[in-house]
């Protein structure tokens, strides 16, 4: 009997399909891969989307173009942030990048409500607003470098609701405003409020706020009625999640009523949502954490231990002194490490993922724990991968770092990042301070809202990911086509993982595979049927052939670190295990064949 294909989506269609704000976008064989990375425009040409942080969105780069249009002037373009701080970070990476240009050509324009026109409630605490660079587009690749590494960009959620704004003259340009009306908001020492500026929010630190009465109802542009308190309450939500004091899957108003410690999953001591901060995106909790970590310490090299997600290692490279980088996550260079460190070099921080991606393996947190106490250098943890029911990196970690757009969203809708302090860490009290003096929350409001919708369930959806990905991993071990398995389980680095799995904690949805040639892995992968795209975490099993996605660019640097690039990454979904069995099972079929 022929197999049934179920999951052909067309090149360049969102994933999920006909979804307005979709994470992932559909790249369904092993040359649309190719053709993307490439540039050509059978490809190009039915992008309907892409990774946020990789392709601006459509909705951004509509009113992007309106704002040249009305602010600008012919040959230039806009990058668009949530606030005048995000937008001056990208002005200084411009001044650095590109000296050249005087302030006439790259300059900020900031949008806020006019004060007349903007008397509503919906306004007042929503707190629209956008802070444009503006430069010439020549120089697009600078800022478009400084968007995807630092993830300070908007959303287009964000985008499509201050459009709106903008167009009926409710959003204008600040230094068109009298003194009196005028406000620009960006960290604290500059008089900043959250972003979405309700003042029992603002009178609390970490944007902190008693649950509010769902009273009050704002018409959005979208056609939906929605509680503004809910803006409130799905971001403590989402907190209490993320810090384990909340795991029920019950809706936001009971959530809320909850006792907040009933069920621990993160065991270190004192620890609540107060010392968990959201961001737009996992990136820019990372490039956040590097940031006030020089704030702290001062311009000093980082490391970064093990093969990391690209954008982790080009933020070290391009936004301080440099990087010293251990790709094989090996003893060995823990080793040449503490060499260093005893011939009195010293660093900022070490940053590495737990476990990495896409090869898996799990670095030797205790040892790495040891020499940051030993030589005073701070550990800042990506627990993407592994995620915090299945781990626990918390007491090995001074900074945890997330991105909520994976498995704690699973819809592929929205995107999020998290921030953690560990209240037990040697530093806290020094990065307490600083993130009280430098945390904006720019997570838009109606993101955060789908953000708590999706998470609800986020323990079961990992329970049952964790199982089907050993399942899958069974099937491909068996193969004798298959050259390697990548999985925490099966990786010579497992004890390192099982030292910090939680009692009931599994080894993630996220696993990948080589094969002995690159026609098994192109047969292998166009005749897998399950969506394809980048991203992971999702309630469907979604692939890619991660490295030609990813590094294409750097293959050969890729191999000199064993990243091969004809490897194929699979993140598990929810589906039936006998189905993604059959599933499997056949894409391996068409390699014999």
């Known amino acids: ?50 990774y946020p942080r990789f392709f601006i969105h459509k909705s951004i780069e509509r009113f992007a173009v309106d704002i040249v249009a009305k602010c600008g002037s012919a040959g230039e373009r806009a990058m668009l942030f949530p606030s005048y701080a995000a937008a001056s970070r990208c002005l200084a990476f411009f001044n650095r990048q590109v000296p050249e240009l005087d302030q006439r050509q790259v300059r900020v324009l900031n949008l806020v409500p006019e004060a007349e026109k903007a008397r509503s409630e919906k306004l007042a605490i929503i707190s629209p607003k956008i802070s444009a660079v503006i430069f010439p587009k020549d120089h697009f690749r600078t800022a478009k470098t400084y968007w995807q590494h630092s993830g300070d960009g908007i959303s287009s959620r ?18 068109t405003l009298s003194d009196s009306s005028r406000f620009c908001k960006g960290p604290r020492r500059y008089q900043k409020k959250t972003s979405i500026d309700i003042t029992s929010l603002t009178d609390k630190p970490n944007g902190t706020a008693e649950p509010q009465d ?23 939500a989402v907190r209490r999640r993320i810090a384990g004091s909340l795991t029920a899957d019950v809706g936001l108003p009971e959530a809320l009523t909850l006792e907040k410690d009933v069920e621990r999953t993160r065991k270190v001591v004192d620890f609540s949502e107060d010392d968990v901060y959201l961001y737009p995106c996992g990136m820019n909790a990372i490039f956040s954490a590097h940031r006030n970590a020089m704030t702290t310490k001062g311009q000093l090299k980082s490391i970064v231990y093990g093969f990391p997600y690209i954008d982790t290692l080009k933020i070290i490279e391009k936004f301080g002194p440099g990087c010293q980088f251990y790709g094989f996550g090996s003893s060995e260079e823990l080793d040449d490490l503490e060499k260093r460190l005893e011939s009195g070099e010293r660093f900022l921080a070490l940053f590495t993922e737990f476990p990495g991606n896409p090869l898996l393996r799990s670095p030797d947190l205790e040892r790495i724990r ?45 995107m999020g990042g998290a921030l953690v302090l560990n209240p037990k860490g040697r530093h806290y009290d020094k990065l307490k301070r600083t ?19 999706n998470s609800r369930d986020f323990i079961s959806r990992i329970e049952r990911t964790n199982a089907n990905a050993e399942t899958i991993c069974d099937v491909l071990r068996a193969h004798p086509r298959i050259k390697q398995i990548n999985y925490p389980k099966y990786s ?13 904690g599994g080894y993630g949805g996220l696993l990948s595979a080589t094969f002995y040639t690159k026609e098994d892995a192109v047969a292998f992968f166009d005749n897998l049927d399950t969506v394809k795209g980048p ?28 990243v091969d690039a004809n490897l194929v990454r699979v993140s598990v979904g929810l589906e039936e295990s006998s189905k993604l069995v059959k599933t499997f099972t056949h894409a391996l079929d068409a390699i014999s064949k």
């Open 370 to 414: 040891s020499l940051a106490d030993k030589y005073d250098f701070y550990v800042v943890v990506d627990e993407t991968i592994g995620n915090f029911i299945n781990v626990n990196v918390l007491p090995y970690g001074d900074i945890i770092v997330s991105s909520l757009t994976k498995v704690f969203s699973g819809d592929s809708n929205v």
């Open 214 to 236: 769902p009273t009050r109802f704002v018409e959005e542009r979208f056609g939906r009625n929605l509680e503004l308190s809910l803006t409130t309450n799905a971001k403590l």
């Open 535 to 562: 991203s992971l975490g999702t309630n469907f099993t979604l692939s890619s052939p991660y490295v030609i996605l990813a590094h294409y660019g750097e293959l050969d640097w890729c191999k000199s670190w064993g």
């Open 158 to 175: 964000r985008a499509e609701f201050c459009h709106d704004l903008f167009t009926k003259g409710i959003l204008v340009d600040l230094a």
């Open 1 to 50: 009997m022929a197999f049934a294909n179920e999951n052909d989506v067309e090149v360049g269609e969102t994933i999920p399909p006909m979804t307005e704000h979709a994470v992932s976008v559909s790249l369904p064989t092993w040359r649309a891969n190719v053709g993307y990375e490439e540039g050509e425009e059978w490809v190009l040409s039915k992008m309907k989307t892409g």
């Open 492 to 504: 010579d680095t497992r004890p390192f993982y099982d030292k910090c799995r939680t009692p009931n």
């Open 435 to 453: 993130w009280d003096e430098e945390y904006e929350d720019n997570h838009w409001a109606e993101d955060s809202i789908f953000l708590e919708r």
